[in-house]
């Protein structure tokens, strides 16, 4: 298994036919791991969809994505009134997790820890247990999950007894190794620079992470995709891919590429149709092309596959 290569996609749910779109990137090209939003309202149907294209468990693999970023909580709000505003919709930026890492302290941080911990909990139980989609590994919305406070309530909380019949095999850590580009400068260059800060920010917090997984036994598969997060087109895949599974095979360890290739198109589609910033994020044209490749790649020869 070590050269598995896990061609992922983020964000499986958010509509029927924007997971419709995220799924035929399996039926005709080479997707073969999703993340599944739990908190969207129509996980009963998103569920038999998958199940539908993949009805023995074993061609998809199934990832919690936990979303602390959009919608509503899984928690009653009164029960997470620090997550959430008055009417239940999530509003607490990666920057507001990021400072409140360090500030929080004592009894302040005590009931911001309980109330992360209750709503991992309400999002595993959805998708876990409501519906059992069959998860093996777990990532974040937008990657607050590699946040200490949040990272070690995950863990906490897969160590309760109702969650340890849980196979989880996989956390992601979102942090690209630098050796696969070096040689690429050109490629190096293309890299958006808010992408370069979102790794920094990132591989703060990488290593003390990975620790604490290996120590659980959680395999943490080598990362391509947050220097060219929603740039993962044809060209960039194809010119960087060797290199990251040469990287993989010499390491011994799996291969993770992240894709967003499910679309949507209109504002009214969005989880929170408030949100402008979402609104570009979810009807980017680079979703179009991202999954494009996916389907690419299925017929080009001159990648080691």
């Known amino acids: 298994m070590n050269n598995k290569i ?3 996609a983020d964000d499986y749910g958010v509509t029927i036919e924007q997971s419709k779109r995220i799924l035929a990137c399996h039926t005709n090209g080479v997707l073969n791991s999703i993340s599944i939003l739990p908190n969207t309202g129509i996980l009963p149907d ?3 969809l998958l199940n539908e294209v993949d009805p023995d ?13 959009e919608g509503k909580s899984l928690s009653e709000a009164s029960c997470v009134p620090l997550l959430v505003d008055r009417t239940g919709f999530f509003n607490k930026s990666f920057i507001q997790f990021f400072k409140w890492n360090y500030i929080k302290k004592g009894i302040n941080k005590k009931h911001l820890v309980k109330q992360i911990k209750e709503e ?3 999002q595993i139980r959805a ?3 409501d519906n059992d989609f069959g998860i093996t590994a777990i990532d974040s919305h937008q990657h607050y999950h590699m946040i200490p406070i949040i990272f070690d309530s995950l863990m906490d909380v897969l160590s309760e007894p109702e969650f340890q019949q849980l196979s989880i ?14 040689h690429h400068t050109s490629m190096r260059r293309d890299v958006p620079k808010v992408n370069w800060i979102k790794w920094s920010v990132l591989k703060l917090y990488a290593k003390r992470n990975k620790k604490l997984l290996q120590k659980e036994g959680i395999l943490t598969p080598i990362f391509f995709g947050i220097l060219y997060t929603c740039k993962m087109k044809m060209e960039v895949v194809k010119a960087l891919l060797p290199a990251y599974q040469a990287y993989a095979n010499r390491k011994g360890k799996q291969l993770e590429l992240m894709f967003h290739p499910g679309n949507l198109t209109a504002s009214n589609e969005l989880l929170d149709e408030r949100s402008k910033e979402l609104a ?11 999954a494009e490749c996916l389907k690419l790649l299925r017929h080009d020869p001159a990648l080691n596959m």
């Open 280 to 290: 570009v994020f979810y009807m980017s044209d680079d979703r179009f092309h991202e």
């Open 57 to 69: 468990k074993n061609k998809i693999r199934r990832v919690l994505h936990l979303n602390f970023v």
């Open 120 to 122: 991992i909990r309400a």
């Open 46 to 48: 998103t569920a038999k």
């Open 169 to 182: 095999h996989y956390i992601r850590i979102p942090v690209d190794p630098l050796t696969p580009i070096l």
């Open 6 to 8: 896990w061609f992922h």
């Open 127 to 129: 998708v876990a247990f």
